[in-house]
């Protein structure tokens, strides 16, 4: 799926044991909470709000992580460790890659099944 | 056992919960440092899952105030990707460990159950430092008691001592003074001065009847004192219980007699003689009968003797006014008689009975009582003798 693993179901479900029921259960959590996670993100990035800007995106980072969404929990960290160097010309950088695999992210969850 | 699993991420505190429970723990949730504070106050948990990057309060802010409020319940840290560093810091700061984000449950189980092993073998640990010292200061207590024991000992001793002394003066000149009086009363022919006379020499009998009886409890008191402290003389010698027994009804019959008071002795002829101080056990039977005398008012004193396997089982049995059982070890006490809790106090001040238990423990024996209010006592002394003393 273009040329990487969106979500990587198979990872979800190694550290949940196994429990498909489970991983249904988180996935609707994520659903609920991650589109107001991010809006809250890209705001704090936008009035350069370092503090915030880090705990966002470390939930977010281990939110995704959780999920099996590799690069989106990757790209997430990226903008932390910005934001840990109060660098945040370079986190608004990486925000625009995290938005984009986001939005591939939330496709592929809101795709029926979504896990794959 | 009860976990605290305190996570802002909805998701971690999701699956910490359901998977917590699977392993039978029951779990309460916080999704930030101040409601953990909060809820960690009011509830006793066994350990607490903690997650180190949280809005408002960190973990690491948060792992200090539960420390502040309980050191004792282990703190396991959550940790996402890129906090080991921080997660070290937590551990220097007292938590137990620290597991990854996502959390790996078997890992999570296995450590939450070690935690908890090793909390409970500190707590152990502690209770066996704090009994430690509670001995060693029940000990320093126990020496303490036993060195006062000792001051008081010898202080009664010598006070007694001092108090015998002028004791024996004011006897002497009582004595003299009632003497001349004894003399000098024929030779009085005036009737109201020959009254006068008459009264101070009743009244000087009286002063002389309570000096005597003042001797008595400072000799009591020295005796007493003496053999606590152990410094009493004792002469041992094989003594005949039968004729110790025998004399003291024969010199006390004819007291209880003037009582109305009748005093059987049933003293077996088989008994046998025992090591011991003649004097002494003579008090002991003397002191058991006039007691005796004193608490009854009607009815038959039973003085018995039998031998009885390898000890002479001697009873004095009245029929008085009895002793309720909350006092049998009272009465055995220094200084408690229990006339007072009667209808008439008898005189004496509760000495007799705590010497006669000493005595006869000296000797190897027992002294007890069986009473009734209302029925009567039965005081028991079990001897101890041995063979050698006999052939």
């Known amino acids: ?74 790209e997430a960290r990226k903008i932390e460790e910005s934001a840990i160097k109060m660098d945040m010309e370079s986190a608004k950088h990486h925000y625009t890659t995290f938005a984009a695999e986001f939005e591939k992210v939330m496709m592929a969850l809101q795709a029926d099944g979504g896990l794959e | 056992m009860n976990i605290l699993v305190v996570d802002d991420d909805e998701m971690v505190r999701y699956v910490l919960t359901e998977k917590l429970h699977e392993s039978g723990f029951s779990v309460t949730t916080a999704s930030d440092g101040n409601s953990a504070v909060e809820i960690f106050q009011k509830t006793e948990f066994n350990a607490v899952l903690l997650d180190l990057k949280m809005p408002g309060m960190n973990g690491i802010e948060t792992l200090k105030e539960l420390m502040k409020r309980d050191p004792e319940v282990p703190v396991i840290m959550v940790t996402a990707f890129g906090d080991i560093a921080t997660a070290v810091e937590a551990i220097k700061l007292g938590a137990y460990d620290f597991v990854e984000k996502p959390p790996q449950m078997s890992r999570i189980v296995l450590t939450l159950r070690r935690a908890m092993e090793k909390a409970a073998l500190e707590r152990e640990l502690k209770n066996l430092g704090r009994s430690i010292a509670e001995t060693s200061a029940l000990k320093q207590a126990n020496n303490k008691l036993i060195e006062l024991d000792r001051i008081k000992t010898a202080f009664l001793s010598s006070i007694s001592h001092e108090m015998r002394t002028p004791l024996t003066s004011i006897i002497g000149y009582a004595e003299i003074n009632r003497a001349k009086l004894v003399k000098l009363a024929p030779k009085i022919h005036d009737a109201k001065t020959a009254r006068n006379i008459g009264q101070v020499e009743e009244n000087l009998a009286i002063m002389m009847t309570e000096a005597n009886r003042l001797t008595e409890l400072i000799d009591n008191v020295l005796e007493l004192t003496a053999m606590e402290a152990g410094t009493a003389n004792w002469s041992w010698a094989p003594v005949s219980i039968k004729e110790i027994m025998e004399q003291s009804v024969n010199s006390l019959s004819p007291l209880f007699s003037k009582k109305g008071l009748e005093l059987v002795a049933e003293i077996a002829e088989d008994i046998p003689k025992i090591r011991g101080d003649i004097n002494r056990l003579d008090q002991v039977m003397g002191h058991l009968l006039s007691n005796a005398l004193k608490f009854t008012d009607n009815g038959t004193v039973m003085c018995r003797a039998v031998k009885s396997g390898n000890g002479i089982v001697i009873t004095v049995t009245d029929s008085g006014k009895g002793i309720h059982e909350s006092l049998h070890r009272v009465i055995f006490d220094k200084f408690r008689q229990l006339g007072d809790t009667l209808t008439e106090k008898p005189k004496g001040v509760g000495l007799g009975l705590p010497i006669s238990k000493l005595i006869i423990e000296y000797h190897g024996g027992v002294l007890s009582v069986a009473s009734e209010p209302g029925k009567g006592s039965i005081f028991t002394i079990t001897l101890p003798f041995y063979d050698e003393v006999n052939k």
């Open chain 1, 1 to 74: 799926m273009n040329g990487h693993n969106v979500l990587d179901r198979e990872q979800s479900l190694q550290w949940l044991e196994g429990d498909e029921r489970m991983l249904n259960r988180i996935k609707a959590i994520f659903l609920k909470n991650i589109p107001n996670q991010v809006r809250d993100l890209e705001a704090c990035i936008e009035r350069g709000d370092t503090g915030t800007t880090e705990r966002m995106a470390h939930t977010i980072m281990g939110s995704a992580a959780m999920m099996g969404a590799s690069i989106m929990s990757a």
